[in-house]
């Protein structure tokens, strides 16, 4: 039995909850993972989790060797992390998650241009508009275009980006051009669905204040909205990465531009449960550097253990 191995997949298994689910995140057999954690169970002469037709729980003492696992191979993630720095080029493989739009727009050909740079390194992309969950989907890195960040999130800020409300120089010519954020209420608009709101907000005395809407169209996707927004059938508000483009060429117009938005940050999200490898953080330094984008006087990271 090889230990270190026993206790990854050990870790795994009471992460996911289930054998059948690292057997497949891993590609390889159920009975190899069964078999690993047998013979971990049988070395230690304890029993490590409690099987059932319907769940896995872990025993007390499963619980305690659980976290001493994390730190054990946290150590030696860190050990071979520190050795690999000193090599010439990063490899192994990099599991990606990566929103729609701004990930084909922006981040795709970045990442080609790393894949060029470093032949050493697999990446395995994940192009998603929903919240992705790193560790149960054996994420090493995800970029999330957020206003806000959540308790505990491990987090590299890689840069900013702006809402914009836009609308079809036809649609107002025909409807009338909203001259104050209160307008918007009296149009036809069309809302993003996973924003889980009815409203657009706005900066007004250093608050965001929420503007109500009658959305005509939802969609779960920026550019099927923006796509409407051309052809005259409402307004809406989407970051600059979507729109600028349209509004480059005049399918679009920018309204309400002298109204402030929320800011949204641009975040490469890390695991918060393991280690950060060397080629993952060679990754983040070239995302960094190629967009361009660094806030002054921000932090660099957030809860990101160092190497």
Do not use: W
């Not at 090599?87 to 050909?109: D, E, N, T, Y």
């Not at 918060?272 to 060397?278: K, L």
Request: charged fraction near 20%.
């Amino acid at each position: 039995m090889d230990r270190l191995e026993a206790m990854h997949l050990f870790v795994r298994v009471a992460e996911l909850g289930s054998f059948a689910a690292v057997a497949q995140q891993l590609g390889v057999a159920r009975s190899v993972v069964t078999r690993q954690v047998a013979a971990l169970e049988a070395h230690l002469g304890s029993k490590l989790m409690v099987r059932s037709t319907r769940r896995l729980t872990l025993t007390s003492a499963g619980s305690a060797y659980l976290e001493k696992c994390r730190v054990i191979l946290n150590l030696v993630e860190a050990a071979e992390t520190d050795i690999a720095a000193e090599q010439a080029a990063p490899r192994g493989p990099i599991r990606l998650g990566l929103p729609l739009s701004f990930g084909v727009r922006r981040v795709a050909p970045l990442l080609l241009d790393f894949a060029a740079r470093y032949p050493e390194v697999s990446l395995d992309m994940d192009y998603s508009d929903r919240r992705m969950n790193l560790i149960e989907e054996g994420i090493d890195l995800a970029i999330r275009v957020t206003r806000q960040l959540g308790p505990g999130d491990v987090a590299r800020k890689l840069g900013t980006s702006h809402m914009k409300v836009v609308a079809s120089p036809d649609y107002l010519a025909r409807h009338g051009r909203p001259q104050v954020p209160a307008d918007l209420s009296d149009h036809a608009y069309l809302g993003y669905t996973l924003a889980g709101r009815s409203d657009v907000l706005f900066i007004q005395n250093g608050a965001s204040v929420g503007v109500p809407v009658r959305s005509r169209i939802n969609a779960s996707n920026g550019e099927v909205l923006v796509e409407a927004a051309v052809r005259g059938m409402g307004i809406t508000c989407h970051p600059d990465f979507i729109v600028d483009d349209y509004l480059a060429d005049g399918r679009l117009v920018q309204i309400l531009e002298n109204h402030a938005t929320p800011a949204l940050g641009i975040y490469a999200m890390l695991p918060t449960n393991r280690q950060v490898p060397h080629r993952v953080r060679v990754l983040m330094d070239f995302l960094a550097d190629s967009l361009g984008k660094h806030e002054p006087g921000a932090p660099a990271m957030a809860r990101l253990p160092k190497s």
